[in-house]
């Protein structure tokens, strides 16, 4: 079946410093979407991308949907302690039902004060 | 203005019983969502349903699981004759239309012991 990969699978970063992280399909999506899990909670949607290039800013956090629609990337500026948890990419995969969602494997983030 | 709200948070059942778990949507919306999520997974779609009708159920295990979403009160899915494997964190998740991103609620975690 279809796949997100995201990269790294866990990183350890100091606060302050800035993180990137990305995510890869062997198809092409339509639409990304960037969560955010803390430890016993649902997902929280951070950022959603809509077209192929667009660059979306929400405070420290950027996303960009790749030109080849099979790619996406988050980055995290200036990283504090509150950031840790677990990112996910998603995603209705081309060709599927705008409601049924693909989820990437995860990008579990630590961030040492 | 509560979000999607899961009950329980957690449950415990023995193998052979059956585990019921409940969603009531954001006021409004009138789309529900299941996904399951296995321990450090992405979550998985399960079944997509409107008021009295389930729209796409493709990810629903064959046997035991099933799901509805009443014209009143909460979605409802049903997981019959529990085995290990179905121990898991069940989101669910509701958006105003079919093509809205969607909010998830916090969950319900099924430890079957």
């Known amino acids: 079946g279809q796949q997100l990969n995201q990269s790294p699978q866990s990183m350890f970063i100091q606060e302050g410093e800035d993180v990137s992280m990305n995510c890869t399909s062997s198809?092409?999506?339509?639409?990304w979407l960037w969560y955010k899990q803390d430890p016993g909670e649902g997902p929280v949607l951070l950022i959603a991308?809509?077209?192929?290039?667009e660059l979306t800013s929400n405070g420290r956090l950027t996303a960009q949907f790749g030109i080849t629609r099979k790619d996406s990337f988050l980055n995290i500026s200036a990283s504090i302690p509150s950031d840790v948890g677990i990112y996910f990419c998603?995603?209705?995969?081309?060709?599927?039902?705008?409601?049924?969602?693909?989820f990437g494997t995860g990008t579990r983030l630590k961030v040492l004060a | 203005n509560a979000g999607v709200m899961q009950n329980p948070r957690h449950l415990v059942r023995r193998r052979g019983q059956e585990a019921r778990l409940r969603c009531s949507p954001m006021?409004?919306?009138?789309?529900v969502y299941w996904y399951r999520q296995l321990p450090e997974e992405g979550l998985k779609f399960m079944v997509y349903?409107?008021?009295?009708?389930?729209?796409?159920e493709s990810g629903m295990p064959k046997e035991r699981f099933s799901a509805e979403f009443p014209k009143e009160g909460p979605s409802i899915l049903r997981i019959q004759q529990v085995v290990r494997g179905d121990s898991a964190a069940y989101f669910c998740?509701?958006?105003?239309?079919?093509?809205?991103?969607?909010?998830f609620g916090s969950g319900t975690r099924l430890t079957v012991v």
């Open positions: 998740a509701s958006s105003p239309t079919g093509s809205d991103g969607y909010t």
């Open positions: 198809s092409i999506f339509n639409t």
């Open positions: 991308l809509y077209k192929a290039g």
């Open positions: 998603a995603g209705p995969p081309g060709g599927s039902g705008t409601y049924k969602y693909i």
């Open positions: 006021k409004g919306h009138s789309h």
């Open positions: 349903l409107q008021k009295e009708n389930i729209i796409d």
